[in-house]
């Protein structure tokens, strides 16, 4: 067994959040494993480890929360959620009810509409010559789209992405990022959990099945919220960042955009290279079960473990030229969703929505290119923009 390298690095640090891949290298560089003493934890950024601890659910648990909190010594800020922060059998149960509410059948119920959709708005678009990529289209597409598709009604959307930030940076430290994300929680929260209720959902849509699991006894009608919950948290922000991301690695290499013009059949595939390359989950927490080894380290039983899923999916050991963005790659095995039994529940919604407007873009614009410096948007857990301006030529 390998001894584990201490590393004095702060990776909920404003210098770290603002460019983390010298950060990912150096952990790469120092070990498989790694210390991180400043918060007591182990953290890796080997795409080998972070694959193996996101896989190895018996070993590397979720149930004592994804985040740096131990759900076992503190208690959480809402209810767990019975799908990320669960580990079988609870986890294979409401994992089931969710698989099936956001199928593969489910979504081609759904193509048609989001499709349609997304030519709509790219059609308003035409008009312009410059946009704001994350207010005007990362944002506003699935906006216009996913809250119908959960069945929410028109009111009170504003609260989506406040609840989402809130989510996200509780899964770190309670630092200027947590403050500010939970100002308004009194008010987000109480939004968010009244319309997980049944009475606030529409009859169909993705909320009405998770619900319809209640009547065939499947779940108890205390687990029906905290799963539209999960799907409101989880089913929006990334994919809005995802989006946002994926518009900055185009705009940032606009020959990558000129490939998928000529070759629309790699819009689909692209997606996880957009994943890969600027990966909109940079970190997720597990717990050691027992002591155990990973790339050679002994770990301790109850161990908190941050698995870099950006380091990851930027490791040399992985990747050939990791740094490099390329549509053509074969990004299938980046960490981006996770892997093993928490493998993104959501994936194929965020897959539709991308597809589809990346899709429309892409067929009404010849070029979309930086009109501007990004800015970016801090967050514990998301690595995100607040702005991207693009400048827009028409095909």
């Not at 919220?225 to 991301?245: E, K």
């Not at 919604?349 to 899709?359: D, G």
Request: overall charge neutral; proline content about 7%.
């Amino acid at each position: 067994m390998t001894a584990v390298p201490a590393l004095d690095l702060d990776p909920f640090d404003d210098a770290f959040l603002t460019n983390p891949y010298p950060f990912h290298a150096a952990i790469r560089d120092a070990g498989p494993v790694v210390r991180l003493p400043r918060y007591g934890v182990y953290a890796s950024a080997r795409h080998a480890e972070v694959a193996r601890g996101l896989a190895e659910w018996e070993i590397f648990s979720s149930a004592a929360g994804v985040g740096l909190e131990d759900f076992r010594r503190a208690a959480p800020w809402r209810p767990p959620s019975l799908i990320l922060e669960a580990d079988p059998p609870l986890h294979t149960r409401t994992r089931t009810v969710l698989n099936r509410a956001l199928s593969a059948k489910a979504m081609a119920n759904l193509r048609d509409r989001f499709r349609d959709a997304a030519e709509a708005f790219a059609d308003r678009l035409l008009a312009r010559r410059s946009c704001d990529a994350i207010h005007e289209i990362a944002e506003a597409y699935p906006l216009s789209v996913f809250p119908g598709a959960v069945g929410l009604g028109a009111e009170g959307l504003e609260n989506l992405l406040p609840y989402g930030a809130m989510a996200f940076n509780a899964f770190g430290p309670r630092n200027r990022h947590f403050e500010e994300s939970f100002r308004r929680a009194s008010e987000v929260v109480a939004w968010i959990t009244a319309q997980c209720q049944r009475e606030a959902l529409s009859p169909e849509g993705i909320g009405a099945t998770i619900w319809g699991a209640v009547d065939t006894g499947e779940i108890s009608a205390a687990e029906a919220p905290l799963l539209v919950r999960s799907v409101l948290t989880a089913g929006l922000d990334t994919t809005i960042i995802g989006i946002g991301n994926g518009l900055f690695c185009l705009a940032a290499n606009p020959d990558e955009w000129t490939k998928l013009r000529d070759n629309p059949a790699l819009v689909r595939p692209a997606f996880d290279e957009m994943l890969r390359w600027e990966s909109p989950v940079q970190t997720f927490f597990r717990t050691t079960t027992k002591a155990t080894e990973l790339g050679g380290a002994t770990l301790p039983a109850d161990a908190k473990i941050l698995l870099f899923l950006a380091g990851a999916n930027r490791d040399p050991r992985k990747w050939a030229d990791p740094d490099r963005f390329d549509v053509t790659r074969k990004a299938a095995g980046h960490a981006a969703f996770g892997a093993g039994i928490h493998l993104c529940v959501g994936q194929m919604l965020a897959r539709l929505e991308a597809e589809v407007i990346f899709s429309a873009l892409l067929k009404r614009f010849q070029r979309v290119e930086l009109a501007g410096e990004p800015i970016r948007k801090l967050n514990n857990t998301l690595r995100q923009f607040a702005s991207l301006p693009l400048k827009l030529t028409p095909a």
